[in-house]
């Protein structure tokens, strides 16, 4: 069964940064897999933000290029989101999620729920 643990959520202003931190268990991600964070804002559906696959490679969604940046721990399993210059329409639950086929989630990167990578840690940006 894989469990992930996500932290670092929380209040700040426009322009304010956050770093959200994962943990994943279970699962060994091989060729062709990632971890990654999806997030859902209130009344809307659940977006993919971001992917990296165990060699390093990353991939972000058009509203977050520029401004988050994804990594990873050596042990692979751990994974971090800095946002920087954060805005109010970034705020949302924001999920971590593993393991994620790259070739399918990005084809299709919303959902109509992200409840299936659990509870999430919610980000707040205030104007």
């Known amino acids: 069964e894989v469990q992930v643990v996500e932290s670092g959520g929380g209040s700040v202003q426009t322009g304010g940064s956050l770093r959200l931190s994962c943990t994943f268990s279970?699962?060994?991600?091989?060729?062709?897999?990632?971890m990654g964070w999806y997030r859902q804002p209130p009344g809307y559906g659940c977006e993919l933000v971001s992917t990296?696959?165990?060699?390093?490679?990353?991939l972000y969604s058009d509203p977050v290029k520029g401004r988050f940046t994804i990594s990873q721990a050596n042990t692979k399993n751990t994974a971090y989101l800095q946002m920087n210059n954060l805005d109010p329409d970034d705020t949302a639950v924001y999920y971590c999620?593993?393991?994620?086929?790259?070739?399918?989630?990005?084809?299709?990167?919303?959902?109509?729920?992200?409840?299936?990578w659990g509870q999430g840690t919610q980000v707040t940006v205030s104007s």
């Open positions: 999620a593993a393991p994620l086929e790259l070739r399918r989630v990005w084809v299709s990167p919303t959902l109509s729920s992200c409840n299936h």
């Open positions: 279970g699962v060994t991600l091989l060729d062709g897999f990632a």
């Open positions: 990296i696959t165990p060699t390093g490679a990353t």
